[in-house]
Protein backbone atom coordinates (compact mmCIF):
# COMPACT_ATOMS: atom_id res chain seq x y z
CA UNK A 1 0.00 0.00 0.00
CA UNK A 2 1.54 3.37 -1.04
CA UNK A 3 2.28 5.57 2.25
CA UNK A 4 2.84 9.58 2.54
CA UNK A 5 5.41 10.92 4.02
CA UNK A 6 5.69 14.13 5.99
CA UNK A 7 8.87 16.02 6.27
CA UNK A 8 9.69 18.62 8.61
CA UNK A 9 12.01 21.19 6.61
CA UNK A 10 10.95 24.03 8.46
CA UNK A 11 13.89 24.71 11.28
CA UNK A 12 16.61 27.36 10.91
CA UNK A 13 19.78 25.29 11.20
CA UNK A 14 20.99 27.56 13.97
CA UNK A 15 23.24 24.45 16.00
CA UNK A 16 24.68 23.93 12.40
CA UNK A 17 25.73 27.99 12.00
CA UNK A 18 25.39 28.12 8.38
CA UNK A 19 23.67 31.36 8.41
CA UNK A 20 20.59 29.74 6.55
CA UNK A 21 18.57 26.58 6.75
CA UNK A 22 21.53 23.98 6.77
CA UNK A 23 19.14 22.16 4.01
CA UNK A 24 20.76 24.47 1.23
CA UNK A 25 24.02 23.54 1.94
CA UNK A 26 25.72 20.66 -0.76
CA UNK A 27 26.79 17.17 -0.98
CA UNK A 28 28.62 16.88 -3.86
CA UNK A 29 27.03 19.53 -5.37
CA UNK A 30 23.21 18.64 -4.76
CA UNK A 31 21.45 20.14 -1.36
CA UNK A 32 21.00 18.63 1.65
CA UNK A 33 16.94 18.96 1.33
CA UNK A 34 17.19 17.13 -2.41
CA UNK A 35 19.07 14.54 -1.32
CA UNK A 36 16.52 13.12 1.35
CA UNK A 37 13.26 13.98 -1.07
CA UNK A 38 15.43 11.74 -3.85
CA UNK A 39 15.02 8.64 -1.49
CA UNK A 40 11.01 8.97 -1.13
CA UNK A 41 11.21 10.34 -4.88
CA UNK A 42 12.50 7.32 -6.13
CA UNK A 43 10.57 4.75 -3.83
CA UNK A 44 7.39 3.46 -6.45
CA UNK A 45 5.46 3.28 -2.90
CA UNK A 46 5.42 6.85 -1.81
CA UNK A 47 2.41 8.10 -2.90
CA UNK A 48 3.30 11.70 -1.80
CA UNK A 49 5.81 14.05 -0.18
CA UNK A 50 4.11 17.02 2.32
CA UNK A 51 6.66 19.17 3.14
CA UNK A 52 6.49 21.57 6.02
CA UNK A 53 8.61 24.82 4.91
CA UNK A 54 9.38 28.30 6.40
CA UNK A 55 7.92 30.55 4.30
CA UNK A 56 11.27 32.39 3.86
CA UNK A 57 12.17 29.56 1.77
CA UNK A 58 9.21 28.74 -0.26
CA UNK A 59 10.53 30.48 -3.51
CA UNK A 60 13.97 28.91 -3.28
CA UNK A 61 13.07 25.73 -2.14
CA UNK A 62 10.44 25.55 -4.86
CA UNK A 63 13.04 26.80 -7.24
CA UNK A 64 15.23 23.60 -6.16
CA UNK A 65 12.20 21.07 -6.39
CA UNK A 66 11.86 22.03 -10.09
CA UNK A 67 15.53 22.18 -10.74
CA UNK A 68 16.47 18.66 -9.77
CA UNK A 69 12.88 17.21 -11.08
CA UNK A 70 11.27 16.25 -7.94
CA UNK A 71 7.64 15.32 -8.69
CA UNK A 72 6.35 13.94 -5.48
CA UNK A 73 6.00 16.79 -3.55
CA UNK A 74 2.49 17.37 -3.11
CA UNK A 75 1.89 19.77 -0.30
CA UNK A 76 3.67 22.23 0.68
CA UNK A 77 2.64 23.31 4.41
CA UNK A 78 4.23 26.57 6.54
CA UNK A 79 6.04 25.08 9.65
CA UNK A 80 5.33 26.01 12.70
CA UNK A 81 7.96 27.79 15.78
CA UNK A 82 9.09 23.85 17.11
CA UNK A 83 9.22 20.72 15.03
CA UNK A 84 6.28 19.78 16.40
CA UNK A 85 4.05 22.24 15.16
CA UNK A 86 5.62 21.94 11.88
CA UNK A 87 4.75 18.20 11.53
CA UNK A 88 1.23 19.06 13.02
CA UNK A 89 1.05 21.75 9.98
CA UNK A 90 1.09 18.14 7.96
CA UNK A 91 -0.86 16.03 9.39
CA UNK A 92 -3.77 18.63 8.91
CA UNK A 93 -3.37 18.25 5.19
CA UNK A 94 -3.21 14.35 5.03
CA UNK A 95 -5.58 11.83 3.22
CA UNK A 96 -7.89 10.49 5.45
CA UNK A 97 -6.15 6.15 5.70
CA UNK A 98 -2.87 4.75 5.24
CA UNK A 99 0.11 5.09 6.80
CA UNK A 100 2.34 7.86 7.48
CA UNK A 101 6.19 8.35 7.52
CA UNK A 102 7.51 11.36 9.09
CA UNK A 103 10.82 11.84 8.14
CA UNK A 104 13.26 14.89 9.17
CA UNK A 105 14.32 17.13 5.74
CA UNK A 106 18.19 16.47 7.78
CA UNK A 107 18.15 13.18 7.47
CA UNK A 108 19.47 12.16 3.98
CA UNK A 109 21.16 8.60 4.20
CA UNK A 110 18.09 6.87 4.56
CA UNK A 111 17.47 3.70 3.10
CA UNK A 112 14.59 1.81 0.98
CA UNK A 113 14.90 -1.31 3.35
CA UNK A 114 13.84 0.42 6.70
CA UNK A 115 11.01 2.42 4.55
CA UNK A 116 9.55 -0.31 3.44
CA UNK A 117 10.41 -2.60 6.88
CA UNK A 118 8.22 0.46 8.97
CA UNK A 119 5.95 0.67 6.96
CA UNK A 120 4.90 -2.85 7.05
CA UNK A 121 5.50 -3.04 11.06
CA UNK A 122 3.05 0.39 11.25
CA UNK A 123 0.58 -1.62 9.39
CA UNK A 124 0.49 -4.00 12.00
CA UNK A 125 1.07 -2.63 14.76
CA UNK A 126 -0.16 1.24 14.59
CA UNK A 127 3.04 2.25 14.90
CA UNK A 128 6.97 1.80 14.12
CA UNK A 129 10.16 3.97 14.69
CA UNK A 130 13.38 3.57 13.28
CA UNK A 131 16.49 3.56 15.91
CA UNK A 132 19.90 2.02 16.67
CA UNK A 133 21.25 0.15 19.70
CA UNK A 134 23.41 3.05 21.91
CA UNK A 135 27.17 2.56 21.70
CA UNK A 136 28.17 4.68 24.58
CA UNK A 137 27.71 4.03 28.11
CA UNK A 138 24.63 6.82 29.27
CA UNK A 139 24.74 8.21 32.94
CA UNK A 140 22.57 10.49 34.14
CA UNK A 141 23.70 13.46 36.56
CA UNK A 142 22.52 16.27 38.80
CA UNK A 143 24.66 19.31 37.56
CA UNK A 144 28.07 17.22 36.75
CA UNK A 145 27.83 14.67 39.63
CA UNK A 146 26.81 11.50 38.17
CA UNK A 147 23.75 9.90 40.26
CA UNK A 148 23.09 6.63 37.79
CA UNK A 149 24.38 4.47 35.18
CA UNK A 150 21.67 3.38 33.21
CA UNK A 151 21.51 -0.75 31.58
CA UNK A 152 22.50 0.50 28.20
CA UNK A 153 20.96 -2.75 26.63
CA UNK A 154 17.94 -1.66 26.61
CA UNK A 155 18.66 1.98 25.33
CA UNK A 156 17.87 3.05 21.86
CA UNK A 157 19.01 6.37 19.82
CA UNK A 158 15.91 7.14 18.19
CA UNK A 159 15.71 8.23 14.59
CA UNK A 160 13.45 9.08 11.89
CA UNK A 161 11.46 7.47 9.89
CA UNK A 162 8.87 7.18 12.03
CA UNK A 163 5.83 5.28 10.74
CA UNK A 164 2.07 5.63 11.72
CA UNK A 165 -1.87 4.32 11.03
CA UNK A 166 -2.43 7.83 10.18
CA UNK A 167 -5.49 7.91 12.61
CA UNK A 168 -2.75 7.17 15.15
CA UNK A 169 -0.76 10.59 14.75
CA UNK A 170 -3.31 12.55 14.29
CA UNK A 171 -5.03 11.41 17.57
CA UNK A 172 -1.61 12.03 18.84
CA UNK A 173 -1.18 15.63 17.70
CA UNK A 174 -4.36 16.69 18.31
CA UNK A 175 -4.00 15.32 22.26
CA UNK A 176 -0.38 17.09 22.44
CA UNK A 177 -1.96 20.18 21.60
CA UNK A 178 -5.27 19.82 23.62
CA UNK A 179 -2.50 19.55 26.40
CA UNK A 180 -0.05 21.68 25.34
CA UNK A 181 2.44 18.98 25.17
CA UNK A 182 5.59 19.50 23.41
CA UNK A 183 7.81 16.13 22.60
CA UNK A 184 11.48 16.04 20.79
CA UNK A 185 9.86 12.81 18.53
CA UNK A 186 6.78 12.11 17.19
CA UNK A 187 6.81 8.81 18.73
CA UNK A 188 6.73 10.46 21.79
CA UNK A 189 3.16 12.09 21.49
CA UNK A 190 2.00 8.57 20.51
CA UNK A 191 3.11 6.77 23.56
CA UNK A 192 1.12 9.21 25.75
CA UNK A 193 -2.11 8.05 24.07
CA UNK A 194 -1.45 5.61 25.26
CA UNK A 195 -0.19 3.81 22.23
CA UNK A 196 2.90 0.69 21.60
CA UNK A 197 5.65 2.06 19.37
CA UNK A 198 7.47 -0.88 17.69
CA UNK A 199 11.62 -0.55 16.83
CA UNK A 200 12.38 -1.17 13.80
CA UNK A 201 16.75 -1.53 13.77
CA UNK A 202 17.87 1.14 11.29
CA UNK A 203 21.33 1.95 10.36
CA UNK A 204 24.07 3.87 12.14
CA UNK A 205 24.64 6.22 9.03
CA UNK A 206 21.39 7.76 8.64
CA UNK A 207 22.38 10.59 10.82
CA UNK A 208 21.16 14.02 11.35
CA UNK A 209 23.10 17.17 10.24
CA UNK A 210 23.11 18.91 13.08
CA UNK A 211 26.63 20.27 13.95
CA UNK A 212 29.21 21.77 11.37
CA UNK A 213 30.88 17.87 11.93
CA UNK A 214 28.19 16.37 10.43
CA UNK A 215 28.94 17.68 7.13
CA UNK A 216 32.63 15.81 7.43
CA UNK A 217 30.58 12.74 8.31
CA UNK A 218 28.28 13.09 5.59
CA UNK A 219 30.82 13.34 2.94
CA UNK A 220 32.18 10.57 4.26
CA UNK A 221 29.03 8.52 4.18
CA UNK A 222 28.36 9.58 0.31
CA UNK A 223 32.03 8.60 -0.24
CA UNK A 224 31.62 4.96 1.25
CA UNK A 225 28.65 4.57 -0.53
CA UNK A 226 29.81 5.61 -4.28
CA UNK A 227 32.87 2.68 -3.30
CA UNK A 228 30.51 0.16 -2.42
CA UNK A 229 28.65 1.26 -5.67
N1 LIG B 1 12.16 21.60 11.70
C1 LIG B 1 10.92 22.10 11.28
N2 LIG B 1 10.33 23.12 11.99
C2 LIG B 1 10.92 23.64 13.08
C3 LIG B 1 12.16 23.12 13.52
C4 LIG B 1 12.76 22.09 12.81
O1 LIG B 1 10.38 21.64 10.30
N3 LIG B 1 10.32 24.63 13.73
C5 LIG B 1 12.81 20.53 10.91
C6 LIG B 1 14.22 20.87 10.44
O2 LIG B 1 14.17 21.60 9.21
C7 LIG B 1 14.88 19.51 10.32
C8 LIG B 1 14.13 18.64 11.33
O3 LIG B 1 12.96 19.38 11.71
O4 LIG B 1 14.72 18.94 9.02
C9 LIG B 1 14.99 18.31 12.54
O5 LIG B 1 15.27 19.49 13.28
P1 LIG B 1 16.72 20.04 13.64
O6 LIG B 1 17.76 19.05 13.27
O7 LIG B 1 16.66 20.55 15.04
O8 LIG B 1 16.89 21.25 12.59
P2 LIG B 1 16.86 22.81 12.89
O9 LIG B 1 15.76 23.11 13.85
O10 LIG B 1 16.85 23.49 11.58
O11 LIG B 1 18.27 23.06 13.58
P3 LIG B 1 18.58 23.83 14.98
O12 LIG B 1 17.76 23.13 16.03
O13 LIG B 1 20.05 23.66 15.17
O14 LIG B 1 18.17 25.26 14.77
MG1 LIG C 1 15.77 22.29 15.86
Redesign the pocket.
Known sequence: MAYQVI??????????GAGK???YLTLEDTPVLIHTLRVFDEDEECGGMIL?I?PEDEAQFKDMIHFYGIRKVTSMVH?????Q???YSGVKVLEEEGIVLVH????PFIKKETIHSLVREAEMEGAAIAAVPVKDTIKRADSNMVTETIERSSLWAVQTPQAFRISVLRNAHEKAVKEEFTGTDDASLVERLPHKVAIIEGDYDNI???TPEDVFFAEAILKKRKQLG
Request: proline letters at 3%; aromatic letters at 0%.
Open positions: IPAAGQGKRMNKLAHGGRERDSVDAARKLT
